[in-house]
C-alpha cells in the first residue's frame, strides 16, 4: 500500500468529532437494543408457553397495562422536550432542564413501582409467576434507562451554564444525546406495548 | 534500556496542574476496589442474613460488581465522565498525560488511553487467560490419562471443565481484536488513534476487573455447570455461580464498549484514499467480528441477569414450577453461543488472510469474495443458534429448518478457503512460522469444519451431541483456526509491536509441537467420541482408554509448546534480534512506521493510493 507525506498532521474538526460520537452512541444503542429485544423475546415466549399455567398463577397479581405507559410517558416526553432543545440552542439549557425533570421523575415513578410490587409472595419471599419475572426486569431496563438519560441530561444543563465548552462540539453532543433520548423513549414505548400484553 | 523504556523515548512528563489523574493508577484501583468489596460485603452482610441462600448469593454479586466499580473509580476511570459532567472537559494537557506520554512502563499500569498500550495490555491478559485455561485443561487431560485413576475429585473436575471453558472462551474472544485490534488495526487504516481513546482504557480495565471475579469462583465451589451454565442447573449451583455471573456480566459491558469503539474507527478514521476496497482484510475481519459481538453479547448478559435474579430475588424465568422454563436460557445463551464461534473465528481466518498475500508476493484471491464470505458468515450465524438444541426437544418441526441454516453456512466458509487457496495458487510461499500457520489452519478447519457437518445433521447429532466428537470438532475450530491464527498475527507483528524480532528456532519447534500435539489430541478424542464417550464426563468405561491416553499425551505436547513459544516472546522482547522497519516486505501502512511508533503514530496523515495487497503475478 502506498502512501504519502505531503499532508501536516491534522487535529479533527468538531464536525468531525461529533459525527464520530454520535455514531458510538448509535452502535451502543445496538447492543440496547439487543438486550430489550431480549427482554421482549423472553416476556412473550414465556406468556405464550404458560408452563403449568405459571405465567400469572391463579389470584395471582399483575401491574395494569396502563402502569407500564405512566412509567415511559417521562421518556416519551423528555424526547420530545429535547427535540425542541435542537431547534432552539439559545434556549438549550431551559428545555434540558425540563429533561432533566422529566427523567428524574420518571426515575423515582419507577422506583416507586419497584418498592411497590403486589406480587411478592410474603410467606416466602417469591415471586408470583414468570409475569411478574419478566416485569420486574423490565422495570429495572427502564430504571436504568432512565438513569443513565438522567445523566446526560444533568450534563446538558449544567454545560450550559459553563463559557468554557466548545459551542460547535457542544451542539453536536445536544445532537448525539438526542440519539440516546429517542431510542430510550422508543425502547420505552415497546416495553410497555409488551407489557400492555398481560 | 529496557525495550519499554525505548518506546517511549526521554520526553520530560506534561504536567497537568498535579491533577488527580496524575495520582492514580493500577495500584489505588485496587486499594479503592478491595475497599469498596469489603464494605460493601460487611455491611450487606450485617443487614442480610447470609445463611439463606438468596440472601447470601446477593450479598456476594453487590460485592462483586463493587469491586470492579471500585476498581475503576480507583484507577480513575469515571474522571472524564464526572469532568464532562461539570462542564470542565479535560485540557489538552492531561489528554496527553492520559496517552501515557513520556511515562515509561508506568504507563502500562495507568488508565492509558494510547492505543499502542492498550495492545500491549490485552496482549497480556490474553496471555495469562490462555495459561490459566492451559493450566486447567492440563489437569482435565490428566485426570482422563486412565479410566478410575482419579488425580482430581469428580467436583473439582465439574468445576475445572467449566472454568476451563469460560476462561478460553473469554480468551480467544480477545485473542486478536484486543492485542491487535488494538495496537495494530489503528495504525493499519491510517489513524492517529482509536475514535474513543478512553473508551479504549476502560474495555481493558472493565476486562481486567472481571478476571479476579471469575478466579473467585474457584474459592467459591467453583461452577459444577460448564460454561454454558444452563439453567436450572445454574440456578440450583453453589456460590462460586455468582462469580460466572458476575464475571461474565462485566466481560459483556466491555465487549460493547471495545465493539462499538472498534467499529466507530473504522468507520471514520481511515485513511484518505482507503476506500472500502482497499480495507486490510485483517481490519474488514476484525471489524465484522466485533459488530457481530454488539448485538450478540448483551443476549448472555440478559440471561445471567435473569440467572442472577433467580438465585437472588427468587424469581422464576427457568423454574417450571412458576412458568419459567430452561429452554428460554438455551435461547438467550445460544442467541449468543453461536455467532460468539464467529466472533472468534473471524479475525484469526482475517490475520491468515493477510500473511497470505504478503508470503507468497501475489495479490490476495478475490478480495470481494472474502468480504462476501465474512458478511455470508456474520449473517447466517444469527440464524443458526437452535442446532444446539435439537436434543432438548424445543420444536421438532424447526430442526429442519435449522439445520439447513447451519449447512448453508459452509458456503461462505467455502469462499473463505478459496480466497487462501487461490492465492496459493501456483505461488512460492516464504516459509516463515506465520506462512507455516496458513497451512495449519487450512488442515484444522477442514478437519472442524467437516465434522461440524455431521453435528449440524440432526439424524447423525442424535448419536454424537454430548459426545467427545463434540469436544473435539469445536477445539478443531475455536483452537485449531482461530487460535492458529493469533497464533500467526503475534509472529507476523511481534516486531511492530516490540521492536524486535520472535526467536525463530523457538517459534518453529513451538509452531510443530503444538501442531502435532494437536493432532494426536483431537483425532483421538474424535475416536473416543464417535465411539460414545460422552464429554464433561469425570470417569469412562476401559474400552476409551487407548484414546484418551493418546489425546493426553498429545495434551502435554501442546503444554510443552505454548511454554516455548511464552519463553520466545519473553526472551525475544527484551533479547530478540532488533527488527528492521518492515521485515515482511509487506504493503500495509503499520510497516511504514518506525518501532518505537510514534504517539499520534504517523507524522504526517497517509494517504493511500493504491490496495494493500499489490504484489504483482507471481512467476511461472
Redesign the interface.
Known amino acids: 500500500?502506498?502512501?504519502?507525506?505531503?499532508?501536516?498532521?491534522?487535529h479533527d474538526a468538531p464536525e468531525?468529532v461529533g459525527?464520530?460520537?454520535r455514531?458510538?452512541v448509535r452502535?451502543?444503542i445496538?447492543?440496547?437494543?439487543?438486550?430489550v429485544?431480549?427482554?421482549i423475546?423472553?416476556y412473550f415466549?414465556?406468556r405464550n408457553?404458560?408452563?403449568?399455567?405459571?405465567?400469572?398463577?391463579k389470584n395471582g397479581h399483575t401491574f395494569s397495562a396502563s402502569s407500564g405507559w405512566m412509567a415511559v410517558l417521562p421518556l416519551i416526553v423528555a424526547a420530545l422536550v429535547h427535540k425542541l432543545a435542537q431547534r432552539d440552542l439559545s434556549h438549550q439549557g431551559s428545555f434540558s432542564l425540563i429533561t432533566l425533570v422529566a427523567y428524574i421523575y420518571g426515575g423515582y415513578y419507577q422506583l416507586h413501582q419497584l418498592a411497590n410490587m403486589p406480587f411478592i409472595v410474603k410467606d416466602?419471599?417469591?415471586?408470583?409467576?414468570?409475569?411478574?419475572?419478566?416485569w420486574?426486569?423490565i422495570a429495572g431496563a427502564n430504571f436504568f434507562h432512565y438513569f443513565v438519560a438522567g445523566?446526560i441530561a444533568?450534563?446538558l444543563v449544567?454545560?450550559s451554564?459553563?463559557a468554557?465548552?466548545d459551542p460547535v462540539l457542544e451542539s453536536w453532543r445536544i445532537r448525539t444525546a438526542a440519539s440516546w433520548f429517542t431510542w430510550v423513549a422508543v425502547s420505552g414505548i415497546a416495553l410497555a406495548i409488551t407489557t400492555s400484553f398481560i | 534500556m529496557t525495550t519499554l523504556d525505548q518506546h517511549v523515548g526521554t520526553r520530560p512528563i506534561p504536567n497537568p496542574k498535579k491533577s488527580l489523574i496524575t495520582k492514580l493508577n493500577a495500584g489505588t484501583g485496587l486499594i479503592v476496589g478491595i475497599i469498596f468489596a469489603l464494605l460493601t460485603y460487611r455491611g450487606l452482610s450485617t443487614v442480610l442474613d447470609i445463611s439463606i441462600y438468596e440472601l447470601n448469593n446477593r450479598v456476594l454479586l453487590a460485592t462483586m460488581f463493587m469491586w470492579s466499580i471500585g476498581f475503576l473509580a480507583g484507577i480513575g476511570a469515571f474522571i472524564g465522565p464526572i469532568r464532562w459532567l461539570i462542564g470542565e472537559d479535560l485540557t489538552a494537557e492531561e489528554q496527553l498525560y492520559l496517552a501515557g506520554d513520556g511515562q515509561g512502563i508506568k504507563r502500562y499500569f495507568k488508565y492509558c488511553t494510547d492505543h499502542k498500550v492498550v495492545g500491549i495490555q490485552y496482549l497480556w491478559g490474553v496471555i495469562v487467560l490462555l495459561a490459566v485455561g492451559g493450566a486447567m485443561a492440563m489437569m482435565i487431560r490428566t485426570d482422563l490419562a486412565n479410566p478410575g485413576g482419579h488425580f482430581i475429585t469428580p467436583s473439582v473436575y465439574n468445576s475445572l471443565v467449566g472454568l476451563h471453558g469460560i476462561t478460553m472462551i473469554i480468551a480467544l474472544i480477545i485473542v486478536a481484536t484486543g492485542p491487535f485490534g488494538n495496537y495494530i488495526m489503528p495504525i493499519m487504516i491510517g489513524a492517529a488513534d482509536m475514535a474513543f481513546p478512553r473508551l479504549n482504557a476502560l474495555s481493558w480495565w472493565v476486562l481486567f476487573t472481571a478476571i479476579p471475579v471469575l478466579c473467585s469462583a474457584w474459592f467459591l465451589g467453583g461452577i459444577p455447570t460448564g460454561w454454558t451454565a444452563y439453567a436450572p442447573l445454574s440456578v440450583q449451583a453453589g456460590p462460586g455461580m455468582n462469580a460466572f455471573i458476575a464475571a461474565i456480566i462485566i466481560f459483556a459491558i466491555s465487549t460493547a464498549v471495545s465493539g462499538a469503539n472498534i467499529t466507530a474507527t473504522v468507520i471514520t478514521m481511515r485513511a484518505k484514499g482507503m476506500t472500502w476496497n482497499r480495507v486490510p482484510i485483517f481490519v474488514v475481519g476484525a471489524t465484522l467480528s466485533v459488530a457481530m459481538a454488539i448485538p450478540a453479547f448483551p443476549t448472555f448478559m440478559l440471561a445471567m441477569i435473569m440467572t442472577a435474579m433467580d438465585r437472588s430475588f427468587l424469581t422464576g424465568f427457568f423454574d417450571a414450577n412458576v412458568g419459567g422454563t430452561g429452554w428460554l436460557y438455551a435461547h438467550l445463551f445460544w442467541i449468543m453461543g453461536h455467532p460468539e464461534v464467529y466472533v472468534i473465528l473471524l479475525p484469526g481466518v482475517a490475520i491468515l488472510m493477510e500473511i497470505v498475500p504478503v508470503f507468497v508476493r501475489k495479490p490476495l484471491f478475490s478480495y470481494t469474495s472474502a468480504i462476501v464470505g465474512f458478511a455470508g458468515i456474520v449473517g447466517l450465524s444469527f440464524l443458526v443458534w437452535a442446532h444446539h438444541m435439537y436434543m432438548t426437544g424445543w420444536m421438532p418441526m424447526l430442526n429442519g429448518p435449522f439445520m439447513v441454516t447451519t449447512e448453508m453456512i459452509s458456503v461462505p466458509t467455502g469462499l473463505i478457503f478459496l480466497v487462501i487457496l487461490g492465492t496459493l495458487w501456483n505461488g512460492k510461499p516464504w516459509l516463515k512460522v506465520p506462512m507455516l500457520a496458513v497451512y495449519a489452519f487450512l488442515w484444522n478447519m477442514l478437519v472442524g469444519g467437516i465434522t461440524g457437518l455431521y453435528l449440524s445433521d440432526v439424524p447423525a447429532d442424535m448419536y454424537l451431541h454430548g459426545s467427545m466428537y463434540v469436544t473435539a470438532h469445536f477445539h478443531y475450530t475455536l483452537m485449531g483456526a482461530a487460535l492458529t491464527g493469533a497464533v500467526a498475527g503475534l509472529s507476523y507483528w511481534y516486531p511492530k509491536m516490540t521492536g524486535h524480532m520472535l526467536h525463530e528456532r523457538a517459534s518453529y519447534i513451538s509452531f510443530w509441537l503444538v501442531q502435532i500435539g494437536f493432532q494426536v489430541l483431537y483425532l483421538g478424542m474424535f475416536i473416543a467420541g464417535a465411539e460414545g464417550q460422552p464429554r464433561r464426563v469425570v470417569d469412562y468405561a476401559e474400552q476409551f482408554a487407548t484414546s484418551n491416553k493418546i489425546s493426553t499425551m498429545g495434551a502435554y505436547t501442546i503444554g510443552i509448546g505454548f511454554i516455548v513459544l511464552l519463553w520466545a516472546v519473553i526472551h525475544s522482547w527484551r533479547h530478540g534480534k532488533i527488527a528492521p522497519m518492515n521485515p515482511w516486505g509487506a504493503k500495509t501502512l503499520e510497516w511504514t512506521v518506525p518501532y518505537p511508533v510514534p504517539l499520534v503514530n504517523f507524522d504526517t496523515p497517509p494517504v493511500v493510493t493504491s490496495d494493500p495487497y499489490g504484489y504483482g503475478r507471481s512467476a511461472k
Open positions: 500500500m502506498s502512501s504519502d507525506t505531503k499532508f501536516q498532521v491534522h468531525a459525527r464520530r460520537e455514531l458510538g452502535l451502543l445496538v447492543a440496547d437494543g439487543a438486550f429485544f431480549g427482554m423475546f423472553s415466549y414465556l408457553l404458560d408452563q403449568n399455567g405459571g405465567w400469572i398463577p416466602t419471599g417469591t415471586f408470583e409467576g414468570a409475569y411478574a419475572a419478566c420486574v426486569v445523566f444533568l450534563g449544567i454545560r451554564r459553563r468554557t465548552v
